[in-house]
Structure formats: C-alpha cells, structure tokens
C-alpha cells in the first residue's frame, strides 16, 4: 500500500478542519433554528444584493434556507436603479426633492411597471430556481397595502402606508409560500402611489407580528463614525437609536432606516437589523450566529440576542 504523500496529508487535515467548521457552524445556528422556528421574519431586500447577479442568488438561496428550517420569510423590495434605467430609456429625466423620486403620472406608470412587472417577478423566479415556492405581490394584490399621498408638495403620487390588511400575507405564509411585495399600492381612488420600501417593510412586520425586521443596505451597519467599519454599533436599543440620530452620528440615507426600524420596534416587532447585503450569506450570519454582523436595534437594552 502506498503512503500519504505531504500534500496529501496537508489536503487532508485542510478537508477535516473545514468539515469541523461547518459542523460548529450548525451547532450553533441549532437555538436560533429552535427559537424562531415559526416566526416571520420581514427581510428588505435592497442595494448592491439587487446589482450583483451572484449576490441575488446568494440572498434568494438563504431566503429558502429560512423556509427550509422553519422560519417564514417574506421578501419586500424596491428598484430605484432599474427604475431609473428605465426612465432613461423612455426619455424621462429622474427627478429628485428632500431625497425622494418626483413621481408624476409618467413615471409612476415607470415604477409600477418596474417594480410589479420586472423586478418583483425577477425575484419570485429566483427564490423558485432555489427550490422554493414564492408568490410575487404589491400593495393592491387584497387590498394589503392602502396608501395615501406625502404631505409634501411638489412629489407627485409618492405615497405612505395608510393601512396594512395581512389576511393574503398570512393564507400564503401559512400555507409554505413566501411572499415577495413590491412597494407600489393604490388609495382610495385606486391611484398607485410609490411607496419607500424600507417604510413598506416595517410597516408590514408591525402587522405581521414579525420576530425580526431585517434591511440589506451598502453599509456594515449603523456607525459611530462613517468612514470606518471597525466603529460599528452591534446593538442598541429604542432609546439608544434616538439618541444617535439627535447627535447626528446617524445622518443622511440611515436616518429612515434607523427611524423605520424604531418605528417597527415601538409595534411590536421583536429586532431589526440593519446588515451589509454586499456580504455573501449576510442574512445567515445575521440571524443564525451568536455575534451576528450588523447592528441590531431592540425595544429596550435588557433585550437578548435572539
């Protein structure tokens, strides 16, 4: 019989060193799989996830792990640069107030279009090629979303979240679908209004009882300073969030995430996470790891990890 070579041996103690990884890997995702087995968790799916093709996969494969393992994923999603290809394709120039889009009749028709039509059917197509089994929506699909206008002037059919009726969301989540919503809905009069999505999704985990509120973003997190990742805030509580966005440590873009997710926190939903969608797996890290790789935001600071 031949003996091992040095490399073979090197190769060797590397498969086994990984394979125990793995192993440590499951033992410790095993609580969080018994504790939120059941639980709906509310996942924002938005940023450079939606750009980069192997990231879209990666996110829709752990969306269906979620699904695998008990837990009720429902997808929310916006498309602000598909939207905006598009209105480039049609001669229409992108228009921007108080950091939000000018959405008037012609380029509501674009978002809706987009969103409804293109991009949430894109993801619903994703999740299936992973092995699951999802259901694309917006706001209009049984009156889930009733939305009304800003009150902001000038912004066209830009809208907020009125009500949230969950008797769809709750059949199919029941049932083992999960559900992929775009942020369009309609008012009373029936006209689509374009919804933030981050606002759609929080107010959506507040209807549903989620367990967790969960926003992929192009940042690791919420930062005590911006430029470096090393300063950043694990958790925090209601209190605490406030706090950073009147000492203007959260500013800019974060300042709605951050107030979405208080926002979700004050109705119930147990956690929100603001996580890094540029990382591969950032959902699984999020949810199933002890430390977790963004920041968590809790009702109060004697909140636990799960």
């Known amino acids: 019989m031949s003996k091992l070579s040095d490399a073979d041996v090197t190769n060797s103690e590397y498969i086994q060193r990984a394979e125990a990884t793995r192993v440590r890997v499951l033992s410790e995702a095993l609580p969080y799989i018994q504790q939120f087995a059941g639980r709906t968790v509310v996942v924002k799916y938005g940023g450079a996830a939606m750009k980069d093709s192997n990231l879209k996969e990666t996110v829709m494969r752990d969306v269906v792990f979620l699904s695998c393992v008990g837990l009720r994923p429902v997808v929310v999603h916006g498309g602000g640069p598909e939207i905006n290809s598009w209105l480039d394709k049609l001669g229409i120039a992108p228009q921007f107030k108080n950091g ?16 409804v039509g293109r991009v949430n059917k894109e993801i619903v197509s994703l999740i299936n090629q992973a092995g699951g089994c999802a259901v694309g929506l917006c706001g209009k699909d049984g009156n889930l979303i009733k939305a009304r ?7 066209g059919f830009v809208g907020e979240v ?8 709750e059949s199919l989540v029941q049932s083992g679908y999960i559900p992929v919503v775009s942020s369009v809905a309609a008012g009373e009069t029936g006209q689509a209004y374009n919804i933030n999505a981050d606002t759609v999704a929080g107010e959506l985990a507040a209807a549903l009882g989620a367990e967790k509120l969960i926003l992929l973003t192009d940042t690791p997190g919420i930062l005590r300073d911006y430029h470096d990742p090393s300063t950043l805030v694990a958790k925090l509580d209601i209190q605490e969030a406030r706090g950073l966005i009147e000492d203007k440590v959260v500013s800019g873009g974060m300042i709605p995430k951050v107030n979405c997710c208080v926002r979700s926190l004050a109705q119930g939903v147990h956690a929100a996470h603001i996580i890094d969608g540029r990382i591969p797996h950032a959902l699984l890290l999020e949810i199933f790891t002890d430390a977790g790789i963004g920041s968590m935001i809790v009702a109060s600071a004697s909140s636990s990890r799960f």
């Open 162 to 169: 009125s009500s949230v009726d969950t008797r769809l969301l």
């Open 149 to 155: 206008p800003q009150d902001q002037q000038g912004i």
């Open 100 to 115: 939000l889009r000018v959405t008037d009749a012609a380029t509501m028709d674009v978002v809706e279009m987009v969103l």
